[in-house]
Structure formats: C-alpha cells, structure tokens
C-alpha cells in the first residue's frame, strides 16, 4: 500500500484518539481524503477546530526519530523566541503514541510519534515563486528575495540556525513575511541538540556540510541568487526549476550547477545577462564554490544589508562547539529507544556523577558487522576526527569503541572533545563570564575530559 495513502487511511477512521484529545478534526479534500502534504522523512496534516488556530500534525516515516523530536521541539516550545516570534510556530507538543499507522506490510497497526504545532498560513517560497514567475511578476519575485535574507537575518542575530533551510520548508504569510517551517535540524545558544545530517541536495554546499552556524548562509545564497535571477527574467524558472510536486525541489539551482558551476546554462546565463547586480550575485557563489564551504560568510556581503553572525554564535574559528558537543553526547543518549536494531545506550549529559560520563573509551555492547562495513566505518570515523565533526565522530564510536583498529584513534577523539571545551572556556574568559567558566570545568570534569588549560 502507498505510503501516503496508509497514513491517510489511518487519520480517515471514525475516531482517532488524539483528535479528540485536541478537540481538532482532520480537513478532507474532494475526495473526502484527509489533506495531506508529505515530504521525504514525514506527513503533515492540517487541523482545525471550533476555537483557537488550526494544528499541523505531523507522523514520521521512520519511528526511530521519536526520541529526537521530544528533546528538540521539547526545548524549542519553552524558546524565549524574541525577534522570532513571527518565524516560527508558537507551539509544539510530541505524543509518542499519537497515530496508529498500518505498517508496509498490511500487519498490525502501529502507534507513531506525533508532533503537532500551530498551522502557519501560507505557501511555500518554491509555490509562491513558481507562481510569480508564471505571471512574469519580477517585483514579487524580488521582494521574496528580500523576504529570505530578512528572515535569515533575525535568525543570525540571535544565532538561530534551521540548518536545512530549503524553498520547501519556508512559508510565506501573508504580508510577504518569511516563516520557518520543519525545524528537525534547528539548533540555537543553549540548545540540546545539535544541527544533524548533512542539509539538503541543491541547498548544501557540493563539498560538504558548512560550519553549523554557518550552512543556512549557502542556501540563503543559493535561495537568493535564484530569486534574483527569476527576477530578471522570470521563464527561467519554467526552462531550469524543478516542478513544484517534487520533494525538495530545486527553486533554479539545482545540485548540479552547483557541482559543476562552469558547464551550468543557469550560471552561464546570469553571468552574460548584463546586469552587474545579478553577475555579483553568481561570482560570490561561484568563488564559495570553489573555495569551500568555510569561505560562505566571507562572499555573503554581496546580498545587501546581511546581518554579520551573532558573536553568540561564532568564534574565531567560526565553529560554536557547544551545539555540535551537546549534539555529540545527547545524540549518542536519546538517538536508540530500545526498539531499534542498534543497542541503547545511554550517556549522562546532567551533572551527575553516578551516571556514564562521555568519554572516548566508554565501553559500549558489540555490534556485529561484515569485514567491509566495518572497514567503511573506521575510514569514516578517520574522515570525521580529520573534519572535527563531533557528533559523527559519536554516531560512529558508538559502534566501533571495541574495534582494536579504530580505538587505536582513542587519544585523538578525547582530544577533539577537550578542544572543544577549552574554546568554550577561552570564549567565556573574553567575554568575562567567569560563572560560565565554572560551569564548563564542572562539566568537563564530569565528563573526564582533560582540559589542560
């Protein structure tokens, strides 16, 4: 049975528990279908009721991220959301047995995670631009491009990263106003966790993942040089962009011209187009290109009025190692539920000596792989301890802690992590914070990671 008709199937039955649990009910389409938008990991619903703002209710694909969603939106509903209160939805709540699904087989029912929020009012940037462009509107098509940087500026100043940021999951309300939508990846100063996976093809740099607090520049430079370019000539969307009915398609640029800028009509076409505005545009993107993702804030003056990163939220290194840290431990902690193929495992992240502390040699139980996914997995573990990627480096120790081979990279990890906390306790000591420093060295020493300051 297709995926997304199970799931309507299960939302159409004549009671669903959680509905009546929030006096909602499910909007139907002609077809008397429940109205439905699903993307590459989940479902949305949207719901309304007698009183209050329509709910979306979302049910993943996969139940393993239940325990991420608790931890993450649990945090971003008590946000003391500031300048972005018109950004993101006012509320979520995440019911671990929200919706029983019929599984692929036909089998049994089983009960989903639910994540249910207020409903944001509006399209999406890739709707609302396909229909500009379709109406040849380049001054709305331009106001939208303005629209993104505005957004992504006020994210900047109080070092909020969505982390994904694509033309699907930005909403655009009714006054022209940028909205964020599906902030699996969100990370903010103090979040628990940190940003995961590697971002969104056609969004992320060719080369890799950027600096975290940094990855939602490129797709604003992707976003707006697209917008830009549409904005000049609007047919281009038509002979280039991807249909608006594919799962995370592509505004203009796709993952292509981004790889291959040279042999790319988009690129070609801006750069020969006359307009200097536009041809800064694409140089700026073309050098970030070439020259990798850590050279994104360097080349983001080209869009005007760009808000530099919040001093919350970089360093010198431009790297804010309190986010990928906290995603590194509470990952490894709230990533198995018990009913995953992998084992769990849990490690302390309060202060709280009785419990595991992180740490390199932290025994965990064996995992049985083949000769080559285990010889994969020690190059990718090398890759990440390379690229200081901290919380690959704990995904993948995690099921390699007991191979001879990849423990032999024991004192390289713990000195990854103590790296880590010495420049969150350096940073604290120029900003003058001392309470914080004494907070870092307790939290070091509770994890026994030498510091060596």
């Not at 939508?181 to 093809?201: E, H, I, N, Y």
């Not at 070439?290 to 804030?297: A, D, T």
């Amino acid at each position: 049975m297709e995926t997304l008709l199970r799931y309507q199937n299960a939302m159409s039955r004549p009671s669903v528990p959680l509905l009546t649990r929030l006096g909602a009910r499910i909007e139907l389409d002609q077809t008397r279908l429940p109205v439905a938008t699903a993307g590459s990991s989940s479902v949305v619903f949207r719901l309304t009721r007698d009183s209050g703002p329509k709910l979306a209710l979302r049910l993943p694909f996969q139940e393993s991220r239940a325990a991420e969603w608790a931890v993450r939106y649990g945090a971003l509903n008590g946000l003391d959301r500031g300048e972005l209160a018109a950004r993101i939805s006012p509320s979520f709540e995440v019911f671990r047995h929200g919706v029983s699904v019929v599984s692929e087989a036909g089998h049994n029912a089983e009960p989903l995670t639910a994540l249910v929020s207020t409903w944001i009012e509006g399209p999406t940037l890739i709707v609302a631009a396909d229909r500009a462009a379709k109406a040849g509107k380049s001054h709305i098509l331009k106001a939208l491009a303005g629209a993104v940087r505005d957004a992504v500026n006020e994210a900047r100043k109080v070092g909020f990263v969505h982390g994904d940021i694509t033309a699907q999951n930005l909403i655009v309300g009714k006054t022209g106003h940028i909205a964020f939508v599906d902030l699996d990846t969100a990370a903010w100063p103090g979040s628990p966790l940190g940003v995961v996976g590697s971002g969104t093809s056609g969004y992320r740099h060719p080369a890799g993942s950027a600096p975290t607090e940094t990855r939602d520049g490129f797709a604003l430079l992707v976003l707006y040089a697209s917008l830009m370019a549409l904005a000049e000539k609007p047919d281009r969307r038509r002979e280039w962009g991807d249909p608006i009915s594919i799962n995370d398609a592509a505004l203009l640029l796709s993952d292509w011209d981004l790889g291959s800028p040279e042999s790319s009509d988009v690129f070609r076409a801006a750069m020969r187009s006359g307009n200097s505005e536009l041809v800064g545009i694409f140089t700026a993107l073309k050098r970030v290109l070439h020259e990798g993702p850590m050279s994104i804030e360097r080349h983001l003056s080209v869009i005007p009025s760009i808000v530099p990163l919040s001093s919350e939220a970089t360093s010198g290194d431009q790297s804010d190692s309190s986010w990928d840290l906290n995603a590194a431990v509470r990952r490894v902690r709230t990533r198995f539920d018990g009913r995953d193929a992998e084992p769990a495992v849990t490690m302390a992240v309060a202060k709280d000596p009785d419990h595991p502390t992180w740490n390199a040699s932290a025994s965990t139980p064996p995992v049985q792989h083949d000769d080559r996914t285990i010889e994969v997995m020690r190059a990718a573990l090398r890759q990440a301890v390379n690229d200081k990627n901290e919380s690959e480096v704990a995904r993948l120790w995690l099921k390699l802690a007991r191979d001879p081979i990849a423990r032999t990279m024991t004192l390289q990890i713990e000195e990854l992590y103590a790296t880590t906390f010495r420049e969150r306790i350096l940073r604290e000591q120029q900003q003058g914070r001392d309470g914080l420093i004494v907070s870092i060295g307790e939290e070091a020493q509770i994890r026994r990671i030498p510091l060596h300051i």
